[in-house]
């Protein structure tokens, strides 16, 4: 991948020298918007109508992401996913902070041991976008995350034998620096019940130039046999540089696969949802799951009911081949596994 950046941006911010100058990842993501106004105004949409919603779960997105929505489009499915609007406050039944049951599924502090066989870590609270209908917005990631619980977790899994697959997740593991994440994957390589390692990541789709050298290394270089989540939701968030990106990982040997949140006014028609597999399929990734929202306090606006996911599907069967069709699933609480719907 070309660096395209030029290289007065690189110190642009700062007059201190850097030893090493950050990977242009950082770099984006450093300089990612956080105001909505700022967003509304690089869209032309200054005259924006709708209210803004000021909660705690800050906007985030990365120019680059920016780039992808369309100019003078409020609906915009990219924009909608980002944009935090003023429906966010208002008060849903059924709506809670832990929709999924995650605090009650934690062994241990950041370690969610909900399935048989597989434990997901929360390496990081960060990400480097900040999705509307994030399930785990209202997560109280502090006394949950943090280096500090990494020998913890080593402890847990080597005296559990059971576990054989380990899940990157967050937040966003991709957001932490390629030399503690592969420091760590090195130290569970060495769990020999371990043979999977798997990693919950949106950074390949947000800031693909995330995927580096670095990156490709750690991941392929280790004896766990390396798997990637990717989450996409629309076919609009698959440029050429992400599908190449994408291809990249795939080529380097590792099991890619997308998952998807079924989500009002952004993905919630058939042709969206089959032309986002067609655009994965061509970038060398396979759908996995299409879930049903989480019901997260703020997110209700974006449900799609069960009876109009299941007509989606039904149509979406009929136009693809079976490899492209995600699974439509929900997540609950105190299950063996996520519901097939
Ligand atoms: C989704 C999930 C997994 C992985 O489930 P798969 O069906 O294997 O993809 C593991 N742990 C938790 C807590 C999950 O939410
Ligand atoms: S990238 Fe994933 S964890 Fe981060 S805000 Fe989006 S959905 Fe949530």
């Given at each position: 991948m070309s660096i395209r950046t030029p290289i007065a941006r690189i110190t642009a911010k700062s007059s201190r020298p850097e030893a090493y100058p950050k990977p242009r990842w950082r770099r984006e993501l450093a300089t990612a918007i956080r105001q909505p106004e700022v967003l509304l105004q690089a869209l032309g949409l200054e005259h924006y109508e709708s209210p803004l919603s000021r909660s705690g779960f800050g906007m985030l997105v990365p120019h680059s992401y920016v780039a992808r929505m369309r100019k003078g489009e409020p609906r915009d499915p990219l924009l909608l996913q980002v944009l935090p609007g003023g429906h966010e406050s208002g008060y849903a039944a059924g709506y809670g902070t832990d929709p999924v049951g995650d605090l009650a599924a934690m062994a241990i502090p950041g370690l969610i041991h909900k399935y048989q066989g597989r434990v997901l870590l929360l390496l990081t609270g960060a990400c480097a976008i900040h999705c509307r209908?994030?399930?785990?917005?209202?997560?109280?990631?502090s006394a949950n995350i943090?280096?500090?619980l990494w020998d913890t977790w080593l402890a847990h899994i080597r005296a559990d034998t059971s576990i054989h697959e380990v899940i990157f997740s967050g937040g966003d593991p991709?957001?932490?620096d390629d030399r503690r994440l592969s420091e760590f994957v090195e130290q569970l390589a060495e769990i020999p019940h371990l043979r999977t390692l798997r990693i919950h990541t949106r950074l390949p789709i947000v800031l693909p130039s995330r995927v580096t050298e670095a990156l490709l290394s750690w991941l392929t270089g280790t004896r766990l046999q390396p798997v990637m989540v990717i989450h996409a939701n629309h076919p609009q968030e698959i440029d050429s540089e992400v599908a190449q990106a994408l291809r990249r990982i795939r080529t380097a040997g590792v099991l890619l696969l997308n998952q998807s949140v079924l989500l009002r006014g952004i993905n919630d028609c058939s042709s969206t949802l089959a032309t986002l597999s067609r655009v994965l399929f061509e970038a060398d990734t396979l759908p996995y799951y299409l879930h049903l929202?989480?019901?997260?306090?703020?997110?209700?606006?974006f449900e799609v009911s069960e009876k109009e996911a299941l007509r989606l599907m039904k149509e979406l069967r009929a136009s693809l081949p079976g490899y492209l069709l995600p699974r439509l699933v929900k997540e609950e609480g105190g299950k063996v596994s996520k519901t097939s719907i």
């Open positions: 209908y994030c399930f785990r917005q209202h997560f109280p990631y943090g280096h500090r991709l957001t932490l929202l989480d019901r997260v306090q703020g997110a209700h606006h």
